[in-house]
Every structure is written in C-alpha cells, then in structure tokens.
C-alpha cells in the first residue's frame, strides 16, 4: 500500500499564490506518475495536472500558465505551485499516484485525503 499526504492548502486571496505539497511512504515500488486533481462544493472531481516518471507534464486548461506541478522523485514528493489564484480555483484539491508494485502487471491508483484551497475575492 502507499500513502499520500497533502499539505499547503490554506485561504488566499484573489491574485495570491500557494504551494500544495504531497508525500508519497509505504511500501513503494515504482511510481508511474502523480498528479493533482480537485473538487469544488456541488461539483465532480476534476483533473488538474499530472507529471509522469518520465515525460512531459499535462494540465487542465484552466490552470495553464498559472499553475506548475513539479516531482521531487528522491523524496517521492509531488509539488504544485499555483499563482494567480481565482475564486474559481477554491477547492479541496487531492493528490494521487499511479503505483506500481513489485510483481504486478497492473498499477494502482491511491489518494490522498485532501487539502483546501480557498480563494477569496
């Protein structure tokens, strides 16, 4: 099993900038890749940005330019630094990981339990 644990999330204002961290222990193999995804109240999870072992980074639309996800793969550690916050951007906002363990065929994905990124206007 791997663990995920997010931190950083917090209140910001509008134009304000915040750095989510995510930790990935256990019994770890071989991360295939993480990423972040959110949830605002109401509304369904969302993608938000993925970084890969190896590759090119992906990112929702609506956070291109203002949002850098970043892997510190020594520390098996995620990063994203969000800048130019929008009220649009409050969610809880959750870290995952594509894991795959030492003998398997097929990887599993884990999730962390969230943080909250609220922006206010």
């Known amino acids: 099993q791997v663990q995920l644990v997010e931190s950083g999330g917090g209140l910001v204002q509008a134009g304000g900038s915040l750095r989510l961290s995510c930790a990935a222990s256990g019994s770890i193999f071989r991360i295939i890749a993480m990423g972040w995804y959110r949830q605002a109240p109401g509304k369904q999870r969302e993608f938000v940005a993925t970084?890969?072992?190896?590759?090119?980074?992906n990112y929702a639309d609506s956070v291109k330019g203002r949002f850098t996800i970043s892997r510190d793969n020594a520390k098996n550690t995620v990063y994203l630094q969000m800048n130019r916050l929008r009220p649009e951007d409050t969610a809880v906002y959750y870290c995952?990981?594509?894991?795959?363990?030492?003998?398997?065929?097929?990887?599993?994905?884990?999730w962390g339990q969230g943080t909250q990124v609220t922006v206010s206007s």
């Open positions: 970084i890969p072992s190896g590759g090119s980074t």
């Open positions: 995952s990981a594509v894991h795959q363990s030492f003998g398997s065929v097929r990887p599993s994905d884990f």
